[in-house]
């Protein structure tokens, strides 16, 4: 269908052209506020990872009988762009990055291969773990910190961990900071040897009953069944009543008679602080397609219900997420774990935050937008232009947050930035259109005629207009990647919306602007039509005699004196091409931004205990929280971790990793006179 062919239907059959725009707005409102809201877009994963692991075992060691092998065999894989390594006390891992365009799947199948195949490691090492490195953004962080010892820390925290857990859309919970429980056999020598056992017997015993045994099937008329011996719990208790011998009399030996046993910790030197006090942390992960903000608002709403505060309603909000916070701040009131005496809940790293302010400048950039639009407008057209086109801008909007919906493309940094980019876009081809059938009209062209015609006119400059500025930014899209895949869906939604804008513009417009100019044209003004149009025909004469006549005589001028003119536009350009060559004119890719968080790597000479570095740490600690802009600070004493992977770097009494979060950066202050 031509241009024409489309304004014509558009103005015969007004009918369904409102119900097309009813329509889009209200499934706009519908899908646009139960959009998927998450950080950044998906990133398809690039890179694996080897796990290594060698309890006990040098740096040296590990690197030599483990590492080298390994790293050999990824070099002779066709897919491998680049191998690093990291090692330390006791383990380490590989990390395997994958060449752009290669098939994933056969990729990692061909590294898992070539890890199976190393059949030559040492004896005490455990077996090779490859998996795939998924970047994962958290969505927040939830501390229990005080003066409490590390088991009470570690119950209260598991607790919490099973009450979100329980929670719909809530994501992954990991918690952190924490050792993981072990069984602690102490051996009393003169008691093993009064009992004439060796300490192998005995160990041999004990991994015996702690081991579940295959015992068959068992066939019967109706079903197999299959038989296995369990081995007894894992609990110091049972343990405890481990039958390792007989005496000389005949009597059993338990280990309980020989051994000291109980439940404790692993033997790990790692502690975790917040705020200078113990603490263990739950991070919350997206997983799927889960809604982070939604899952940060349970997060935060559990957490007021534990700190004692009363419930808050967000009527909108709570609509939109089926009640969830409700359900989070209930969950709270009544949890049955208690929190150990002396400590209290914190939220931190609340990346979800982010994704809430630029909703929000979003949001408030649309209705300033229009507002400002509309406002200019009455100043240049008149009013049933104004409100057409603002009326076109909501329309666009709304049809843009459908096409997201249907492609399955989220509300992220990245699609938002732009939705805020497109805003002032998608009126521009709305205001030629509306402004010409306006014009044809004020000359004397019935309403209806001007609509048709006066979209034809300008319909294929428009056209012209939309289509280059989907091609500016189209290149965005070949960019390879996981800066493509960030970046992907930002060509995407600009060319939906501008796409939508044109619809409107060609379809929908001229129906509203004709309709509405042939209705002026059969009533006969009121009072407050005469004083309209006596206010239009001031505003006109005001244009006509002082903007239009001064961009008149500019335009004879620069007609006049042609050469002149060429000449500056020519040295105009020349002189930005060589800002350019000249390296006068900086680029960055991506300009820096302010950051609410400070990473802190702190690493001591080889071998210096955990107490010394956690005193080294806890100094660090006091400067830090002294500064106003910090609010807190969290410290991993024994273990340093990769920010962009997640994956440990480092496990040793020597390090440590300091992660100090500051206010926002419109809530901090600093008096002239400090200094850090």
Do not use: C
């Given at each position: ?10 103005v015969k059959?007004p ?11 209200v ?11 998450e950080?950044?877009?998906?990133i ?5 990872v080897?796990s ?17 092998k390994v ?5 002779d894989?066709?897919?491998?762009k ?6 330390h ?5 590989v990390t395997v ?14 590294v ?5 195949a190393?059949?030559d ?10 998996q795939?490195?998924e970047p994962?953004?958290?969505v927040i ?8 010892d ?8 598991r607790g ?11 994501g992954e919970?990991?918690p ?5 429980y072990?069984i ?8 093993m ?14 991994g ?22 369990i ?5 110091a208790?049972t343990?405890?009543e481990?039958?390792v ?7 059993l ?17 790692l ?8 603490a ?6 997206k ?18 219900a534990?700190?004692g ?11 939109l997420?089926?009640g969830?916070r409700r359900q ?25 935050r ?20 509309f ?5 240049f ?9 603002g ?13 997201m ?6 509300l ?13 876009l998608?009126?521009d ?5 509306a ?14 005629t001007?609509?048709?015609?006066g ?30 895949d ?13 796409g939508?804008?044109l619809l409107?513009?060609l379809?929908i417009?001229p ?8 209705r002026?044209?059969?009533?006969r ?7 309209i149009r ?12 002082r903007l ?16 002149i003119?060429l ?11 060589g ?15 302010d ?11 080889v ?22 802009e ?8 024994g273990?340093?971790s990769?920010i ?18 500051l206010?926002p ?8 006179a400090?200094?850090?």
């Amino acid at each position: 269908m031509s241009i024409a062919g489309l304004a014509r239907f558009g103005v015969k059959q007004p009918v369904p052209v409102n119900l097309l725009a009813v329509t889009i707005l209200v499934a706009g409102a519908t899908l646009g506020l139960t959009l998927e809201r998450e950080f950044f877009p998906e990133i398809t994963p690039d890179r694996a990872v080897i796990s290594i692991r060698e309890p006990g075992a040098n740096p040296q060691h590990i690197q030599d009988a483990i590492a080298i092998k390994v790293e050999d065999r990824m070099a002779d894989i066709d897919a491998v762009k680049q191998i690093d390594s990291r090692i330390h006390e006791g383990g380490g891992s590989v990390t395997v990055e994958f060449r752009s365009g290669v098939d994933l799947n056969k990729a990692f199948d061909d590294v898992k291969r070539a890890v199976d195949a190393i059949d030559d490691l040492p004896p005490d090492a455990e077996p090779l773990q490859v998996q795939l490195l998924e970047p994962r953004l958290p969505v927040i962080m939830l501390t229990l910190y005080g003066d409490s010892d590390e088991q009470a820390l570690k119950r209260a925290i598991r607790g919490i961990q099973n009450d979100l857990q329980s929670l719909d859309q809530m994501g992954e919970v990991v918690p952190s900071g924490i050792r993981d429980y072990e069984i602690s056999i102490e051996i009393d020598k003169d008691a093993m040897l009064e009992m004439g056992l060796e300490l192998g017997e005995v160990q041999q015993a004990v991994g015996a009953w702690m081991q579940e045994v295959p015992g068959g099937t068992l066939r019967t008329d109706s079903t197999d069944i299959q038989v296995r011996t369990i081995g007894v719990a894992e609990q110091a208790e049972t343990v405890r009543e481990v039958v390792v011998g007989a005496g000389a009399d005949g009597s059993l030996v338990r280990l309980a008679d020989v051994a000291r046993v109980r439940d404790t910790l692993e033997d790990a030197q790692l502690v975790y602080r917040f705020n200078g006090r113990p603490a263990a942390t739950l991070t919350i992960f997206k997983v799927g397609d889960q809604d982070m903000v939604h899952m940060a608002e349970m997060v935060r709403a559990y957490v007021e219900a534990r700190q004692g505060r009363p419930f808050e309603p967000r009527p909108l909000t709570d609509l939109l997420s089926g009640g969830v916070r409700r359900q989070a701040w209930e969950l709270g009131q009544r949890s049955t774990t208690p929190l150990p005496e002396g400590t209290a809940l914190a939220v931190q790293s609340d990346l979800a935050r982010f994704v809430e302010d630029r909703l929000d400048l979003l949001v408030r950039n649309a209705i300033y937008g229009a507002i400002l639009v509309f406002m200019t407008l009455l100043v240049f057209l008149n009013w049933r232009t104004a409100t057409w086109v603002g009326v076109g801008l909501v329309i666009s909007i709304a049809g843009t947050l459908v096409l997201m919906s249907a492609g399955n493309i989220t509300l992220n940094l990245m699609t938002m930035f732009a939705l805020i980019v497109v805003l002032g876009l998608l009126v521009d081809d709305a205001i030629v259109v509306a402004e010409n059938i306006q014009t044809r009209h004020d000359r004397g062209e019935p309403a209806l005629t001007a609509a048709v015609t006066g979209t034809e006119q300008v319909g294929w400059p428009v056209v012209a207009t939309v289509l280059t500025s989907i091609v500016a930014f189209l290149p965005l899209l070949f960019i390879a990647g996981q800066i493509g895949d960030m970046l992907g869906a930002l060509p995407i939604v600009v060319a939906v919306a501008l796409g939508m804008s044109l619809l409107q513009a060609l379809l929908i417009l001229p129906s509203h602007m004709g309709h509405t100019l042939a209705r002026r044209d059969r009533l006969r003004p009121g009072r407050v039509g005469h004083a309209i149009r006596r206010i239009e025909a001031w505003r006109d004469r005001m244009i006509q005699q002082r903007l239009t006549d001064a961009y008149a005589a500019a335009m004879r001028w620069v007609l006049h004196f042609r050469y002149i003119a060429l000449a500056v536009a020519v040295a105009v350009l020349l002189l930005s091409v060589g800002m350019v060559a000249g390296n006068r004119l900086g680029f960055v890719f991506l300009e820096e931004t302010d950051a609410e968080t400070i990473v802190v790597d702190v690493q001591l000479p080889v071998g210096t205990p955990l107490d010394q570095t956690q005193r080294t740490a806890a100094t660090i600690e006091q400067a830090a929280t002294g500064q106003p802009e910090v609010r807190h600070v969290a410290t991993l004493i024994g273990q340093v971790s990769d920010i962009d992977t997640g994956q440990v770097r480092g496990a040793a009494p020597h390090g440590a990793q300091m992660f100090i979060e500051l206010y926002p950066v419109d809530a901090r202050h600093r008096p002239s006179a400090d200094v850090i």
